[in-house]
């Protein structure tokens, strides 16, 4: 059972917000359910204190072409499809997400990576990097040979402040592609109720 609350709060709670605190009062607004249920809900749904509120901040993008891995190499992976940014923080152009507002972010970065020669073993490797620090979050993969693209996936949950530059590199022990397979290359992040301060 689950209950909306609509953006014209205000009047919507005048008129129904008392009848779905519980199920004595349930059957009250809506005489079809026969069957009642004790259902305590708890909602801040009317809040007026607009200024604790911080504006939401989420984008995705996805890759748009294969893009060229030399072995050993490191290489910023390119997400030129903006499918969405709430804040108007994800830069496609350049593939960067800058937070305006300081905060706990969830960020991940996925690549689709084939090797040149699927008869070899390798290594794949895909890292979030924070002002160019390469420490933040990092995933590694072995694979053996193989017929099909590798998924390599990196997320974690960081503080970023607000301005912070965050990119998303790739690397592998042999040369290969990452590849636009499904759709399967994509970096995206948002952002965590935490304080705005």
């Known amino acids: 059972m689950s209950y909306s609350y609509y953006d014209h709060c205000k009047d919507y709670k005048k008129k129904y917000h008392d009848c779905y605190k519980s199920s004595k009062s349930y059957d009250k607004c809506d005489k079809k359910h026969e069957e009642k249920h004790w259902v305590n809900v708890k909602v801040n749904c009317c809040d007026d204190n607009k200024d604790e509120l911080v504006r939401a901040s989420a984008f995705r993008a996805r890759n748009t072409a294969d893009q060229t891995v030399p072995a050993n190499t490191f290489v910023k992976v390119l997400f030129q499809n903006e499918q969405f940014d709430l804040a108007n ?14 905060g706990v972010y969830s960020v991940i970065g ?63 022990s042999v040369a290969g592609v990452i590849s636009t ?6 970096f995206e992040a948002a952002r965590f109720p935490s304080p705005k301060e």
């Open 89 to 102: 923080e994800y830069n496609p152009a350049i593939s960067i997400f800058i937070p305006k507002t300081r």
């Open 181 to 186: 397979v499904e759709n399967s290359t994509h």
């Open 110 to 172: 996925t690549i689709a990576f084939i090797p040149n020669n699927l008869n070899t073993n390798y290594r794949a490797r895909v890292e979030i990097r924070v002002n160019g620090n390469p420490a933040i979050a990092i995933d590694n993969d072995f694979f053996g040979p193989i017929n099909f693209a590798n998924i390599v996936a990196v997320s974690s949950i960081i503080q970023l402040n607000a301005g912070d530059v965050v990119e998303v590199f790739a690397q592998s």
